[in-house]
């Protein structure tokens, strides 16, 4: 098959019986519930551009495993210009979605492993890539979506996983069997994990020479037994449900907690095991890949923020007032920095030992600092130029009201050629944009928190190569 | 009675009839509302304070007018000492309340009219202040709140009131009747509005000669036939209504548009009418009087969000990390900026013709354009320090559930001596401070938009003055 | 005679024998060397305050000690009115000078010694206080000027004093006799030592058991044999020598290193020998008027900073181009926010126990965080509406040319109605007021590095106090 | 030859004949004029990259004109290759000379005027394409350095060039000759205008219909009779003629005032002339180029100022503490981000008609704007990890001095094991770095302002069509 429509994509996902808990009850459907379809409809995006022919030469590529076409989002990079697309496929999704579209996490797994199975092959003599391929291949003939579960609970974030009150906090091996290994624990922030049909597992820290059991990367399909996905709550989840008021009218987000109850993963599923020297390797390579995934998506999303700020702009009547068009050029700005900073990383990217290419680290997690600081920014701005009905706007069903609902469309216009009910939809969405949990807090956290994406920053730096410039100019030999 | 408890506060409350509607339904006791009550005692701390023995010396003081003892939120500022108690009430209401306590509006509006009344009688001949004091010694008897009913709906903001589409963008006088005006129009952003005995009403612009419909001050009870409060939303607004995951357990804040259906004003509560020369002053009156206001309630918010970081902080095991620490400081930083400027602003302040006390202009929007930067770049900085549960926590039926209830209890936990359920509640006042769109908002927009602000900073400071000081040092005569 | 002319001040330096290096070459008299006086004459401002009529009630008061009427500059703070007056003071003579003024850092000093002179005799039994009221009253009676010897050379910062590989990185006590104490060491950033009758003397670091030979406080002439005044390099030193292109004409700034080679101090001019328990409650007091201090001067530097920027603004033709009123804004919140801060800080003051009052530790320290960011922000906004010329103006002498001064006066000129030389005289000053490095250094480090601010600033604030207003708001018991 | 030595460029400038007055003094011999030789050795190294094997690679290149090895200085860029490489070059050699090295802007010029003489021949039936190749192989074929005589003296900024109370406020061609025109007028901050041997003269903004004299493009010997050099002073200039103290011990920077006093240019070296409508699409061109250019050397520039703040960190002895590894990972944030925005704009550049490869305009502009900021801030940090000897070192004379000297080698040393000759060169190093004026101003004004960034920004961008995407996420058809 290799390539799945849209539909093909809906029908798999209702196919799947995961456990989910939402709100405190158990739902079976979780494919049509109103809170979690928003988000599958972002995912969903990333199949619809395979069947536009405008992109498909964009989102299309040939599979070096399978040789048949598949969908980038399956692909792993074998030279810049797959890195360099990655970036553009990013930003037109987020552009067209207004939000996360969830399954570049899935593809920054697939590919950190691809390159990391080799290495570990090199060192250990293990035979993790063979697996590694024949999963891939698997993903690519049925255009799957994977998500990736990487950040463990921790507890105390001043204890080592073995350290903890409960040794469970990073997720572990609990026992080997023939038939593969039996692990626990549990992986928060699963964005989208009812979404996709994989979860990809890799430990969330470098593990240290004692901590082997916590050492294993693996897949699962998202309703394996033992498996329990718990909803996380966000400023709009309710929203969803009455079905009134949700801003963006498309496309959504949520995260679930997984957790991991003694779940079996056979050995063909499982990338590493044990080899706790290469754990750091293939934590930093999912960053670095991730970390560039984020500042195409959020250019993206800059891009739509930038269209509400211009919109509300011209349907207030100040589309032309000076200090109006400077902070819209300061939004401009900021998406294309982020931009930049990634496009930049792509194509300064390195093959790694393994023929898979890797992002250039500085860069990317350069672009990553930037985002964490630039879209809140960019929120602020946009909620500056829109003024205060992004936190009083009645909702839709006063305005639907026999009795106020005149009163408020005739008291709620703006510019006299612009519906009210225009105007209604863009403060709705941009009380969506700016203030949707899930996006703005993913906008610090995602791909690691800010002090991580720093000491990156340092270490990649060749400080001391640039200390001895310095001394040379300065005349000290 | 001069002073009212908590209690009569809300029996006063109850025994109003205001015309209220809630997400498409009128609603019938508003105090009691799921939606409303956290606001109601947000405002309820300010009559709180004056039953307090230890906060009675700083929040009760004795009127000018009546002789009697009053609380500081209906009092007419009379020197420096005055006004620089209102930033220190504001600060210490912002630690308790953690949000808007919304008696600032109608205090600051009735300072503004207390002042201009004066200069409205000696420039026009009329009898505004006479009345004004009236209803100001009504109001500090019945310790009454009101709240200000300022920002006209305005349409396309590039025409002037009178060029509008439709001539009731600006709140204005229809008729003049022996007992009183009519009046139409609407006000937005009406914080607590349902919270208040009173609404008092000013233009939202200065208003030029041919603009005299438009140039009403005046007061009305909340619940005057003709007014129609309509709730607008927030990111939060069904949390209350579902009764769990509040966050902040205490109070909340909303805002309504006001709608005014034809009501009559009675002469003795006009303040203004007709004298289009100074309705300028009277705006920016109001608006220095808020944004000093707003420096104070916004420290001590800002000191929820830093207690809040750092108590996340220990819960994560992180707060003695060196840069948690730094992102503390900030946040100290800024918290004490905001506090600074709108003490230095009350410091200097100046006597106005009248003998009531007006803020320093320069410096109260000194503080407020700080304001609607660092209230959200503190946000940021907690998000970043808290971490994503903030946006992934499940909902606290999860945590009651019988089935998985458990296992979130287990992995949520943090450091081993906190209680998961601390650690879950803290996350959820995290994720209320930093999302709460009416706060938020509020932050950039309460008392006018930063580009206002800016306006009277440039204005206000003395250009030419220190353009001769550098031409001196220059040597140019 | 307790207060000085500005000729006294001049002629009193003249006869001062102070042991002086500039550029390699011993000099004899300062008072006059080009490259000293400006600065002098920023220092004979504060005398020239007391000479006009409209400024002597500002800076002229009554010594508590004497009786007397004082200069300011040499009075202890008794009062928030004392500690607001300085905050003014400074403020008008950054306006007027440009730069510093040097009359603080002896002021603050002797305030710090004098609030912990009485707290040293209550502790340890010793006769400080007498000592240092004498003192007082004998800078008072003859209106001197002092400087403050703190920041000690330091060697390795990693190191403790008595840990260096030269014990003499710290100032310490050699020697003790009958007639006083031998003192060696070097006290580096001595801004004006020349301008200076006194150097007052304190430790630069909060001392530990062991260390007391380090932890003296003694002033001392600044010609006292053993001292030697070592000029350090600025960027404009030599302009001075030219004596063109100076672009401040009247003011300067400079310090120099002084080295103290086995001085002899009285026992009567010590305040403080060997109390190491205390020596970090001066230097903290030291620490806390100084950053005060900058608060006032630099706001007055701001104002001549955007004086600037407005009058090459007109003289370019662009002041009323939207981007340059918007910087300019920006500058003055800058400005005002250092001012209001530190004012804020004054008004806060608190009273020692000795009667002396302090400034707002907290607040005095948020405005100089503030500055060491906002001056070199204000230079590049400044910068940036001038333009290139600030780097490219030929020199004054090419003016003068006979051939090619033609030239310059045809193509330099702005605006028709303004003198080219105006616009030269305009450059010139930007480029000194922006790239001075004394001045500049001075924002950032004077009283102390920013680092220091902020432990100051999270010392001071209460955040234990914070956390708990977030646990009661999140209903943790 | 194709390929210069440096010993050969130096010859060649020394053959020239240039008009040039310093300081108010007409010189004869530039090339070994203390204040203009540090500023050859920085173009030196442009030619010195050719001459060594690890580097002749990335600088030579064939010309597509002559078929021969030439130096990519002077190369027209036919892909995005060619583009990219200008860019790591230019990084190289901002390492290498710690300022500019003033070969970009005649390079950029060329490339400008290849593109556009293409377009002008197609419009208007010319033969500048014909003209302009064939100067720029003679560029090519004698390995010349040209500078840029872009920015016009401009007079009032607000009036259009013949509307001036001057008109030759913009440089205007006052006549033309059958060998030529004959051009007047006065070009500003011509960066190292005696180091090359061109000028190649644009104007400095769109021309409109009617003001076609103002339209003129041309290249000329920079020694051409009626030139006259007037060099800029800067805050260091005299220390080069002092030739201690100079912080940066290889090259410098200056900048010129370039006089036309009736100059002829021959008809072959015209490559524009009152063909209005393309000066808009030239002068962009030329910015798109330089503005990636700075983005190239300023990245190199900023890794020296990092490194200079790693080596006094290690000297001071505060390497390690966490404040300075923050402010140094904040340096390489902002270094990265430059050299991202750059390298962005250059593998997205695009054909022209001509085939000459342009930059991403957005993206270029992008980089600079970040220029102008982040330089300041990074030397802002580079001065708080230095401390205040920045400011207050004394001069190289006095550690020679027989008397202080020893004084100063003991005191001014940091750690044990670094000679305090290092530490003082390296002081010296970072007050050149910070304060030196061209380059400082350079940062924000080189290539134009910052508000000329803007407005590309803005205009590039597509914000229409972002509109669409927020308003189709809203659901407004």
Redesign the interface.
Known sequence: MALKTVEQYLESLHKMKCKV?V????IHNPVDHPMIRPSINAVAETYRLAEEPEHRDLVVTTSPYTGREINRFTHISRNTDDL?KRVKINRLLG????TCFMRCTGLDGLNAIAATAYDLDQKFGTEYQKRAEKYIGYMQENDLTANIGM?D?K?????RPAEQ??P??YLRVLEERKEGIIVR??K??QTGSLNAHEIIVAPSTTLRKGEEKYAAAFALPSDTPGL?H???????D??DL?GI?M?????GKY???V?F?DVLVPWERVFMYRETELSGVLVSRFAAYHRQSHGGCKSGVG??L???A??IA?Y???A????V??K??DM??MS??M???C???S??GVETPSGVYAVNN??AN??K??E??VM??M??LL??IA????????????F??E??GG??K???????NIPVE?RR??F??I?KLT?E??D???D??GGG???AH?LV??RE?D??????????????E
Do not use: W
Request: proline letters at 2%.
């Open positions: 808990y709100l405190g009850k158990q360099v552009q067209r979605t207004g950040t609970v507890g105390d974030r001043s204890l009150a409960d469970d906090y624990g549990a928060a922030h329990i718990v909803y996380g709550r966000g400023t709009f309710t929203r009455e008021d801003g963006n009218v498309r496309c995260a679930t907690l957790i109850d891009d739509v930038i269209g509400a211009q919109t011209e207030n009547g100040v032309n007032v000076s200090h068009r400077e819209i050029t401009v700005h294309e920095t931009y930049a900073c496009l930049a990383a194509y300064e500085l860069l350069t672009s600092l930037h964490g600081r809140h920014e929120c602020r909620q500056d003024g205060g009905l992004v936190a009083t706007m009645p909702s839709e069903k006063d639907q009201h009795e106020i009163f408020l005739k008291y709620l216009r703006g510019v006299a225009h939809r863009m709705r969405l009380e203030l949990s899930r703005l807090i993913s610090v956290h928190p800010p002090a720093r920053i340092l730096s400080i001391k190569g640039k200390a001895q410039m310095a001394k040379t100019l300065a005349g000290i």
